[in-house]
């Protein structure tokens, strides 16, 4: 069961205190709350909660505590969804380099348009999909590395420097 612990009424660490009561430890509670990580995570705990989650959070990261085997899935799932990204980021990586080295200028002007499509996508997916924050950050980082290779200096592209 998932609970906010500062609802109307009935807190969630009142009705923890029901619930624990009543089933004792045969249901899982799960704490849902925007107040400060910290001292909401102690109480809740404290309150009998198995786990606590803070606001916002992806149905994935409440997916990832209710079973291991659904969170040893959820976790494949994310690392594939970063090889994937960061596939595409070598691809426009390669694609750009190679429109450089061609040194027709439409062809470069094409390339970087294209690949000024992709950064949006991919900056996108990385915002969207779950994926574990070490391989988050590296994706940011390479996708910040693109943007420069693309961009050279303020406003300008590829195909302006050619």
């Known amino acids: 069961m ?7 009424r009935l807190s969630g660490l009142e009705a923890a205190g029901v619930l624990r009561a009543r089933f004792g430890r045969t249901i899982q509670l799960v704490a849902y709350s925007a107040w400060p990580a910290g001292e909401a995570r ?8 198995d786990a606590f989650i803070p606001k916002p959070s992806t149905p994935e990261d409440l997916l990832m505590i209710v079973s291991p085997e659904v969170r040893a899935t959820i976790e494949r799932s994310m ?3 970063a090889r994937q990204i960061a596939l595409q980021l070598d ?5 750009l ?8 200028r439409e062809a470069v002007h094409m390339v970087s ?9 991919i900056g996108e997916r990385i915002v969207r999909q779950t994926v574990p924050g070490d391989l988050r950050d590296e994706l940011q980082a390479n996708l910040e ?3 420069r290779g693309l961009y050279g200096g303020p406003g300008e592209t590829a195909s302006q420097d050619e």
């Open 79 to 81: 690392e594939v969804n």
């Open 113 to 121: 348009r294209l690949i000024e499509e992709r950064i949006h996508s």
């Open 2 to 8: 998932v609970l906010d612990l500062y609802m109307p």
């Open 145 to 147: 590395s693109l943007r």
């Open 97 to 104: 380099q190679q429109a450089v080295q061609m040194r027709e």
């Open 42 to 49: 102690k109480r809740a705990l404290e309150a009998g909660f």
């Open 91 to 95: 691809l426009c990586k390669s694609y």
